[in-house]
């Protein structure tokens, strides 16, 4: 019904730059919020930002000022710029949507997760 699909992680070295998009296709009336998470070993899931469908933005204080999140309503797609990368950026990023889908149904999706590597 719903699909979130992500691409663009990979391997970079610190100090390094990477810009993730994820687009979101199927049965949409609308998308509220897009968001990306973060999930690095042994560690929980944590939120990296958001953007409401009017654009207002909020970020985890570790990323602030280096990652910037944008999105096109029109292309039901998010991405993430992601510069200055650290080590300890590395994690498996995954995509969410809270979405209201045509049978009026809202719920969350999430990707399938893209590797994000940063080495020292």
């Known amino acids: 019904q719903v699909q979130l699909v992500e691409s663009g992680g990979g391997l970079v070295q610190a100090g390094g730059s990477l810009r993730l998009s994820c687009a979101a296709s199927?049965?949409?009336?609308?998308?509220?919020?897009m968001g990306w998470y973060r999930q690095a070993p042994g560690k929980q899931r944590e939120l990296v930002a958001r953007i409401t469908s009017g654009g207002s933005t909020n970020y985890a204080d570790s990323v602030k000022g280096r990652f910037t999140i944008s999105r096109d309503n029109a292309k039901n797609t998010v991405y993430l710029q992601m510069n200055s990368l650290k080590p300890e950026d590395t994690a498996v990023y995954y995509c969410?949507?809270?979405?209201?889908?045509?049978?009026?149904?809202?719920?969350?999706?999430w990707g399938q997760g893209t590797q994000v590597t940063v080495s020292s």
């Open positions: 199927g049965s949409i009336f609308r998308i509220n919020v």
């Open positions: 969410n949507a809270n979405l209201q889908r045509t049978d009026f149904v809202f719920r969350d999706y």
